[in-house]
């Protein structure tokens, strides 16, 4: 380390004393604050420290607090203020004279007050909201320094509300013509956006423009903008492409001046930004991905190894080939490059060397295998974090082979792991292992001990649960559920007869439920001992009371014969006066059930185990009482949403007077309170009490869903195969089956260091080839084919297979792996650059089309939905022409015209009187073309999809498949066409609900069909609609929409411009909003104005209007979340666009 | 995104804190002892990422240090920041500290906690690298010191550097200062 930097703590009391040193020198003898900080130092204690500041601060305060002090004075206690802070002692006086200071000070001490309120407080402060006339002021002043002191402490935080306020004078400062100014202006317009998203939509184009402009610092601001939305919402800018390839072509090419430069590497960091949004871009888009292969390649052979910076953009680079359209010759330089960074002796590239090879490895196993020697080395590394990233590689390549020596490494890991982060994702990961792949009952069951003994009370309760289900629902052979159960026992029983003390909570109870269930399988064990063990753990100091709830219930399901019952009302004397109630509860069914075997075999039946149990969901049995309750005058039960929309009300200050309702706390009392040990006993046999409901709901919650187990019935299909395979990894060579020797040969001759072994190397050679078992490429096909896939992490491989086993293609998500495939690909589907083309019609394009389309469209209602994006296509190229920057026209899409006039021609009779919008093409695969088109009736939308045929051959088995998450989409036709002659054209009619409403909402399709004698693929097609088609006009009278006002909760406000227009201007603006959106316009008084409308199927939403200074008022009410958000923005856009 | 830049020494004095993301006073102290923590017991020669403090958020967090003398620099960021570029992030910040201070020390961060905050504020911007040449980042800071003796304004400073405006097709803006290689004098780079 640097020894210029050699003053350390330790020697401070002697350089203070010294004035001579340089670091001493600069402080001012008489400096408070340089006499708080010796204070400081020369102290021992922390207590004493304490002391210190308490005075320090109370000093403060007095003279913050004096109206004598001066505003330099002030200046200089604010420092002490945030000296005093950052050593974590609360300073809140001072907050209020931070933003005076800023307010009211020269530019130093303001600088100084904006520090300090940046550093005090918070977004949601409330004193945030007095520093918002002072950012205003500063903002427009013309001292350059004040303005970048505003828009920097505007970037740190704001209160989200007042964004309005300033949003405009920010705005401006995007055409200063200090690039300085223009730089800070649009990170603070990116703040905005990551808070408050909606109220910087109309800006998007401004964006564009930074991104243009002609200071490459400016446009590495806004790059970051780009970053973010780019990643929600990649369609949307696929048109930008070129324009980012364009730039970071220039800049590999050394076009930026030299102060761009680090390290004689042109804006590193530019490039970096650049290569991620490449990569979302291209990912799953062969077209996209094709602009960026050849600058990808530049990057790749200009980053010469020389700096660090350098391997910075050389790993970007490398994770982006792998992660958009794949190219063979890029992966071949990738793969060398992550081999340079895994072999590097710099510890931080391997580090990145195992990230990016966790990434890759599941396209391309065979690079992992290429480097299983060095994997094997950092598993023993001294660094921890190298030691877990390799585990998460291996993690990544587990299969049913190596599963129990990868396995293992993790365990000794975890061993030695004693931070709290790591042990609990290391745990979760083994857990999963274990359940997918595990070779037999012993090695599972083992594991899962080692498992619940480590992961200790910290894991993830989903584990335990998802064992426990595991055990109790079974798999399809009896036989092997009672070797797995029986198994268990055994091992539980002598882990509590050895030293029970030592193991979790959480793990005592996974032993006490399964002895409860389970021990009676075990026919020589005498239910007798297992409750005396399990009674020995009630003993035990360090049971939690939770714990002794789970043991209470165990013995309560084996308390029979004469010896059980002995132990058992010990048991329940002790605790039926426990100070908990649920142990008192436990204990006292324990009491009677083991005194009254005939009530204990009706209520806890054995055997059962799977039978669904019958649900009252009902609660019918409740009837009496409730009616009885109502009789007596309890209120009557309310759903919670509607409790909710009355506190709501009841916020807005209502004036009704109150209604006769009565706290009901139903839905607060916790009826899935997944530990409880009533909830999993349950699951095994007790039925016939009100507490089924929270049955059912307990048994949802367990978060098994997404949780493949393929353990579950494939573990055991191919069970003892595995069993055997897995043995002969084990030992070695002599054993070894054609197919594995085939195996190590490949791995001899990709790694050179193999083959003269000493004994140690020896070793290393037989875990990595256990390790890497199933990783070549023969087994990996026969192991796909047996065994259900891993998790999708990343994109899978398994095209090849997929298509020969006679799979659906899919192909938009599929990725290849091998080179050879990558080839095979492009030869055989030239669909594939044809759809995604297609796909890559920007949604601008599309949008604006669609408002064409509407506004020629034959007017039996006189709608023109203006969309939002259409302006951005238009203004895109010109901008970019403005600024002379070459190439940065959107990417080309193809011409939709053909098939307008076509389809309109086959849109159904009962709908094309209807306005509908323009037809869109959605995707064209060989002869195969789909379009759309949506009409909106007065009650519902339709969205009619057309495919036509244009070859001369039948198209089979048309499938199509729609869904959305903000719409719900249902079928119209009866009896879709599934067969489609030569030339012809089908028609798929939908109809279109909003569940959730969003600005805009995307339906996305598959279609999968099948030609004659071909297998069947599949595309995916997305189409996208404003809210606007679903808004209906809702006549309401002024009477009707009072009522109505007041019962909805879901509210918003925002001032619009108003549009002047000779006459009166709320007239105007809200005839424009009545043509554009379809709103109803029940009022119009003076000032104000009503509207309303209601969103399919009868949402309705109300909106109130004043004009008030200059501006529209809005106010939107609805019961839908979300929807007066939605419809503001709408209505912005309409106003806007007028 | 970053979400914070602590500098503590190695006793885990906190040096500079600041938080782009919000957090409670209380828990900021938390994040600060359990960084130092975790920082502290790693030797030299391990490697400068560290993942999950389980503190500032799972998974998708790193903590990426670099150690010089008596002082740990940490920037905790998410996954959208590149890992070797916030490292040589750090140094440039280093390197422009020591500029401004003329060697600096850990002395000239506590007595001048507030300059190294405006230092800051010219590199990383709401949580966002602003300005990763040094020397943009000194001229900036010199500019609002110089308020100190003439409150004047901007104007007088001095634009970013021109040396060789090529044909880049990003339009050209003067740049009038010729700053040649950049000579590091301190902190050499720490073995990588």
């Not at chain 1, 903008?225 to 590999?252: C, H, R, W």
């Not at chain 1, 195969?721 to 001759?749: I, N």
């Not at chain 1, 951005?872 to 080309?892: E, M």
């Not at chain 1, 297998?1015 to 009278?1037: M, W």
């Amino acid at each position: 380390m640097s020894d210029v930097v050699e003053k350390t703590l330790t020697a401070l009391p002697s350089l203070l004393s010294l004035d001579s040193q340089p670091g001493s020198a600069k402080l001012s003898s008489t400096s408070k604050l340089g006499n708080l900080i010796r204070g400081i130092t020369e102290l021992t204690s922390k207590h004493e420290e304490e002391k210190l500041i308490q005075r320090e601060l109370a000093s403060i305060k007095e003279q913050v607090s004096s109206p004598n002090t001066s505003m330099r004075q002030m200046k200089e206690l604010m420092v002490r203020a945030i000296y005093c802070e950052s050593l974590g002692y609360e300073a809140s006086f001072s907050y209020i004279h931070a933003i005076k200071l800023a307010q009211q000070g020269t530019v130093l001490e303001k600088r100084v007050g904006y520090l300090a309120v940046s550093l005090f407080l918070n977004e949601s402060h409330e004193l945030l909201l007095l520093l918002v006339n002072t950012v205003l002021k500063d903002l427009q002043s013309t001292n350059l320094i004040e303005v970048c002191m505003a828009l920097t402490v505007v970037s740190q935080m704001f209160p989200k509300d007042m964004i309005p306020a300033i949003l405009p004078l920010v705005e401006e400062k995007l055409n200063h013509p200090k690039e300085i100014i223009r730089r800070k202006a649009v990170l603070a317009l990116y703040k905005f956006y990551l808070i408050a998203p909606n109220q910087v939509q109309h800006i998007h184009n401004k964006f564009r423009k930074a991104l243009c402009d002609k200071d490459p610092g400016v446009m590495t601001a806004s790059l970051h903008i780009y970053l973010q939305m780019i990643q929600e919402n990649p369609e949307g800018y696929k048109d930008l492409t070129a324009s980012f390839v364009t730039i970071l072509k220039q800049v590999v090419g050394g076009k930026l001046p030299m102060d761009f430069n680090y390290h004689s590497v042109p804006a590193p960091w530019l490039q970096i930004q650049l290569l991620r949004i490449l990569s979302l871009l291209g990912k799953n888009d062969p077209s996209t991905s094709a602009i960026m292969y050849e600058v990808l390649d530049e990057s790749l052979r200009r980053a010469e190894m020389n700096h660090n910076i350098t391997y910075a953009i050389l790993y970007e680079c490398v994770k982006c080939i792998y992660t958009i359209h794949p190219k063979s010759d890029l992966l071949e330089k990738a793969a060398k490059c992550i081999g340079n960074f895994v072999l590097s002796p710099k510890i931080n590239l391997k580090y990145l060397g195992l990230k990016a090879l966790t990434y890759v490895v599941q396209q391309d196993p065979k690079l992992a295998l290429q480097h299983q020697m060095t994997i094997i080395e950092c598993l023993d590394h001294p660094d921890l974090i190298i030691k877990r990233e390799t585990l998460e590689l291996l993690f990544r390549i587990t299969n049913a082979q190596n599963v129990v020596v990868i396995v293992k490494k993790m365990l000794e890991f975890l061993r030695i792991s004693t931070d709290d982060y790591t042990t609990i994702d290391l745990v979760g990961k083994v857990a999963e292992l274990a359940e997918k792949y595990a070779p037999d009952n012993e090695w599972f069951i083992e594991t899962m001990n080692t498992v619940f003994s480590l992961g200790g009370d910290m894991m993830q309760p989903d584990i335990p649960n998802s064992f426990l289900k595991l055990l109790s629902e079974g798999f399809d052979s009896v036989e092997e559920d009672r070797k797995l159960r029986l198994f268990a026992v055994d091992s539980y029983v002598s882990l509590l007869q050895g030293e029970p003390g030592k193991l979790p909570q959480r793990f005592l109870q996974v032993i006490s439920w399964v002895l409860g269930e389970y021990s009676h399988l075990k026919e020589e064990l005498e239910p007798a001992i297992v409750l005396r063990l399990l009674a020995k753990l009630l003993d035990m100091k360090q049971t939690s009371s939770e714990t002794k709830s789970w043991v209470l219930v165990a013995m309560t399901k084996l308390c029979e014969g004469r010896a059980g019952v002995s132990v058992t009302q010990e048991v329940s004397e002790t605790y039926s006066s426990s100070m908990d109630t649920v142990l008192r509860q436990r204990a006292q069914e324990l009491q009677y059930l083991s005194q009254d075997s005939e009530l204990r075999g009706r209520v806890l039946f054995r055997d059962t185990g799977l039978e669904p149990l019958e649900v009252d969901s009902s609660l019918s049995f409740l009837d009496g009482f409730v009616s009885e309750a109502l009789a007596t005058g309890a209120a009557p039960y309310k759903p919670p949403h509607q409790r909710q929309e009355e506190l709501a009300q009841a916020k807005a200050l209502s004036l009704e007077p109150y209604g006769l309702s009565l706290p009901i706390s139903m839905s607060s009392c916790s009826i899935n309170d997944r530990q409880s040990p009533t909830l999993l006993s349950m699951s095994s046999g007790l039925s016939g009490d009100s507490a089924d409901l929270s049955h059912k709901g307990g048994s949802t919650t367990l978060k098994l869903d997404g949780v493949k187990r393929v353990w579950g019935r494939e573990g055991y299909l191919a069970q003892r195969e595995a069993v055997e395979e897995a043995a002969q990894v084990e030992v070695p060579s002599p054993l070894r089956s054609p197919s594995q020797q085939v195996d190590a040969d490949s791995s001899h001759s990709q790694t050179p260091t193999l083959t003269p072994t000493p004994e140690p190397e020896q070793e290393k050679q037989q875990l990595a080839s256990s390790l890497f078992f199933g990783l070549s490429s023969q087994s990996s096909v026969c192991l796909m084919g047996k065994s259900e896939p891993m998790p999708q992490r990343f994109r899978r491989k398994a095209k090849g297979q997929s298509s020969s086993s006679g799979a659906t293609e899919q192909i938009s998500t599929s990725l290849v792996s091998t080179p050879t495939n990558v080839d095979n690909l492009l030869c055989h589907n030239p669909l594939d650059s044809n759809i995604t083309s297609e796909l890559a019609v920007s949604p601008s394009a599309q949008t604006s089309e669609l408002s064409q389309g509407l506004t020629t469209a034959n007017g039996t209602c006189e709608i023109e939905v203006e969309l939002s994006d259409s302006n951005i296509k238009g203004s895109n190229p010109s901008l970019i022409g403005d600024n002379d920057l070459v190439a940065a026209d959107p990417a080309a899409h193809e011409d939709p015209d053909r098939p307008k006039d076509f389809f309109i021609s086959h849109l159904p009779a009962e709908l094309s009187e209807l306005c509908h919008s323009e037809i869109t093409p959605l995707c064209t695969i060989q002869s195969l073309d789909l379009s759309a088109c949506h009409v909106q009736k007065e009650d519902s939308l339709v969205l009619v999809i057309f495919i036509s045929n244009s070859s001369d051959s039948a198209i089979q088995h048309i499938l199509l498949d729609l869904d959305s998450e903000q719409i719900e989409v249902s079928c119209v036709s009866d009896s879709p066409v599934e067969d489609l002659t030569g030339h012809s054209v089908a028609v798929y009619q939908y109809s279109l609900t909003v569940k959730t409403p969003s600005v805009h909402v995307e339906v996305v399709g598959t279609v999968s069909y099948q030609l004659p004698v071909e297998t069947s693929q599949a595309v995916q097609f997305s189409y996208k609609l404003p809210l606007t088609s679903f808004i209906r006009p809702l006549a309401v009278s002024t009477e009707e929409y009072g009522t109505m006002w007041l019962a909805f909760s879901h509210d918003t406000k925002q001032n619009l411009t108003l549009i002047s227009d000779g006459q009166g201007s709320l007239t105007a603006t809200l005839n424009v909003l009545k043509r554009k959106l379809q709103l109803h316009v029940v009022e119009i008084i003076g000032m104000e104005g009503i509207l309303s409308c209601r969103l399919l199927q009868d949402q309705p939403c109300l909106m109130h209007c004043r004009v008030h200074a200059g501006t529209l008022a809005v106010w939107l009410r609805s019961p839908v979340p979300d929807l007066p958000d939605c419809l503001i923005y709408h209505c912005q856009r309409a106003l806007q666009e007028h | 995104m970053i979400k914070a830049i602590l500098i503590f020494n190695n006793h885990g004095k906190p040096r500079l804190i600041r938080f782009y993301q919000y957090f409670a006073e209380d828990m900021q102290q938390q994040i600060i002892r359990e960084t130092f923590h975790l920082v502290s017991k790693r030797d030299d020669n391990v490697c400068n990422f560290l993942e999950g403090g389980s503190l500032i958020g799972g998974s998708d967090y790193k903590l990426i240090y670099r150690h010089y003398a008596t002082l740990y620099f940490v920037f905790c960021v998410d996954s959208s920041e590149s890992e070797l570029g916030i490292l040589d992030l750090i140094q440039v910040f280093v390197e422009t500290l020591d500029k401004c201070f003329e060697n600096v020390c850990e002395l000239d961060l506590i007595f001048h906690m507030d300059k190294v905050h405006y230092i800051l504020q010219e590199v990383v911007m709401g949580g966002m690298v602003l300005e990763t040449n040094m020397n943009e980042i000194v001229a900036q800071v010199e500019v609002q010191n110089r308020m100190e003796k003439s409150e004047g304004g901007l104007s007088a400073a001095p634009a970013r550097a021109v040396s060789a405006v090529k044909n880049m097709n990003l339009p050209e803006i003067p740049r009038n200062i010729n700053i040649g290689d950049i000579n590091i004098k301190v902190p050499s780079l720490s073995p990588f």
